[in-house]
């Protein structure tokens, strides 16, 4: 499985992928917003696009669509629930489907919601997992539920998904908002080492060459993942006293996802 980064550079921060097979160029670009830098991308590596995956139907993530069909015919896919919100879609995907890009790629679909109702993620089983996780999981944080999503459901993708995937799972996240998560994570637990760490890299690069991180460093330095961290709970009840000295992890996570939400 090859993987092609591409930065957008536009003011929401998009992150696009080209997931391709080695074997035939065939490729799947994931949320191509910007869908001629995808285009481009796929032409100087000499890839076929043949497939547009969908995370969810939010328009920063669906608005290259029409451009890239246009431009390469390719197939539209995304969550069965999301299918008619999207519109032109032409194949609606549901929990442990799998999606096949040319001979050697096989992608599995996981049902992700939180950030809105009907999201997918999708899981490369290589020899390194990639999880290609749209605005479910961002590096460091979480992804909001302003737009027609549950913090409550979030925390059930975190629990029971995302936190029983393999340590070595690369993050590909769908925008760059790793160093304003970092800082969020040391705000709420000032003494990880890990994160300060992760931080002063951060700070250093510039966000067309940030740092993919794993689901290891993830569970050292995102604080989504991090709800039974003493630290985490004494700063959280200094916002929310009420929440008693030990908090149950649905709790932490739910209030966290709140605070982030102004902060």
């Not at 043949?50 to 197939?75: F, P, Y």
């Not at 479910?136 to 302003?146: E, I, P, W």
């Not at 993942?225 to 009840?237: C, Q, T």
Request: proline content about 5%; hydrophobic content about 40%.
């Amino acid at each position: 499985m090859l993987i092609e980064r591409i930065w957008s550079a536009n003011p929401l921060r998009n992150f696009h992928y080209l997931i391709a097979c080695p074997e035939t160029g065939e490729a799947l670009a994931v949320d191509p917003l910007e869908w001629r830098l995808c285009f481009e991308a796929a032409r100087q590596k000499g890839w076929n696009i043949t497939q547009i995956l969908n995370t969810h139907e939010h328009s920063d993530h669906t608005g290259g669509n029409e451009g890239l069909v246009g431009a390469t015919k390719a197939k539209v896919l995304a969550h069965a629930g999301a299918a008619k919100r999207i519109g032109g879609v032409d194949r609606g995907l549901n929990k442990g489907d799998v999606i096949k890009v040319g001979r050697t790629v096989v992608l599995e679909c996981m049902d992700t919601p939180g950030h809105t109702l009907a999201h997918i993620c999708l899981l490369g089983h290589d020899e390194e997992p990639a999880l290609f996780c749209g605005d479910t999981l961002f590096n460091a944080g979480a992804g909001n539920c302003h737009n027609g999503g549950d913090p409550d459901l979030l925390y059930d993708t975190f629990v029971n998904q995302l936190m029983r995937l393999p340590d070595s799972t690369r993050v590909f996240p769908g925008h760059e908002y790793l160093t304003r998560n970092l800082e969020f994570t040391l705000d709420r637990e000032p003494d990880n080492a890990n994160a300060k760490d992760v931080l002063a890299q951060a700070r250093d690069q510039a966000p067309a060459a940030a740092m993919v991180t794993t689901l290891k460093q993830e569970r050292e330095i995102n604080t989504f993942f991090r709800l039974k961290s003493p630290s985490v709970i004494a700063r959280l009840r200094e916002d929310f006293p009420d929440i008693g000295p030990d908090p149950d992890t649905r709790t932490v996570f739910v209030k966290l996802r709140e605070l982030r939400n102004r902060w």
